[in-house]
């Protein structure tokens, strides 16, 4: 969970998330849930917080049933794949969601 003040001090992260989004053309659920994901795991360290970011919306994906593949969304959020394959998993695991069965 977070606070209403971390969504205040992170409005520019948020509004890049909403870009990303607008690139992959996700659903309402995805994006919520992605800005959610993304404030409840929030980074102290700006360098981390694309990556986190991407890891947020992939996993937002996977939830919502809008998915969209690894490099798609580090495409849209301007990172590498391997950055949202070396997260996605734990923030999965960290936000108590359960993995996908494929």
């Known amino acids: 969970m977070y606070r209403a003040s971390d ?3 992170n409005q520019e ?3 890049d998330l909403e870009a990303a989004a607008d690139r992959l053309n996700l659903g309402e659920e995805a994006r919520t849930r992605g800005a959610d994901l993304f404030l409840s795991t929030l980074p102290d ?10 890891a947020s919306l992939y996993v937002a994906t996977l939830a919502a049933g809008d998915r969209r593949s690894q490099g798609e969304v580090a ?3 301007g990172v590498s794949r391997l950055s949202v ?3 996605w ?6 936000t108590g969601l359960d993995a996908p069965d494929w």
Not at 45 to 54: E, G, H, L, Q, V
Not at 89 to 94: Q, T, V
């Open 13 to 15: 992260w948020l509004a």
């Open 85 to 87: 394959q070396q997260r």
């Open 45 to 54: 360290s700006d360098r981390s917080k694309r990556a986190t970011m991407a």
């Open 75 to 77: 495409d849209a959020v």
């Open 7 to 9: 969504e205040v001090d």
């Open 89 to 94: 998993k734990e923030l999965l695991e960290r």
